[in-house]
């Protein structure tokens, strides 16, 4: 597949690019907060895995306390050594977090737990529910292995493209939230 990973290579790089003049990570936080909330878009009470955000990514830090503040569990991805899939740990705000790879930050311990939603960070996604990350697999291995897990793509919406290079391995989307709305993906769309 030398293709597609060249593919891959050149789409992150224009969505980097792209990303970079998205806007306030914080504001479109907010945003997005309100738009997941106001659809329910996350059912009551459920365990819902979050992401620490990395510098230029939209901040989940709005949205994560609202969900507690509206009953929700929360937990933090771990990440494991390379071809596995991320490991959740609780996490409530304030509590510590301990440095992880790539920048990544994560809930010092903790038994691990299998989230209800995985909110899944991306550098693009398309209509059809595909989305492209970083590289790693992890979120594809992860979303494999908890087939049961409600998986919603956070992005801001200039992240969307016509066409995201996708193999068969690449999990795919049903919804994206951004700071602009939902976007139903797939069969769902």
């Excluded at 329910?40 to 510098?55: H, K, M, N, T």
């Excluded at 071809?83 to 691990?112: D, S, V």
């Excluded at 990350?133 to 908890?146: E, F, I, K, M, S």
Aim: with cysteine.
């Amino acid at each position: 597949m030398p293709d597609l990973d060249a593919a891959k290579r050149e789409a992150r790089r224009m969505a980097l690019a792209r990303r970079a003049g998205a806007g306030d990570p914080a504001e479109a936080g907010r945003a997005l907060a309100r738009h997941l909330l106001d659809a329910a878009a996350i059912p009551p009470g459920a365990l819902v895995a979050g992401i620490w955000p990395l510098p230029g990514e939209i901040d989940l830090r709005p949205l994560m306390e609202a969900l507690v503040a509206h009953g929700h569990g929360l937990a933090l991805p771990v990440t494991p050594p390379r071809g596995n899939p991320l490991i959740f740990r609780r996490w409530l705000p304030g509590e510590a977090l301990a440095q992880g790879p790539m920048g990544t930050r994560h809930p010092e311990g903790g038994e691990p737990v299998q989230p209800e939603v995985i909110l899944v960070p991306l550098l693009a996604f398309d209509r059809a529910g595909r989305r492209l990350g970083y590289g790693g697999g992890y979120y594809d291995r992860t979303l494999a292995a908890l087939p049961d897990a409600k998986a919603i793509g956070i992005a801001f919406a200039s992240q969307e493209v016509r066409e995201v290079p996708a193999g068969p391995h690449d999990a795919r989307l049903t919804l994206v939230a951004t700071e602009a709305g939902l976007i139903a993906c797939g069969a769902m769309a």
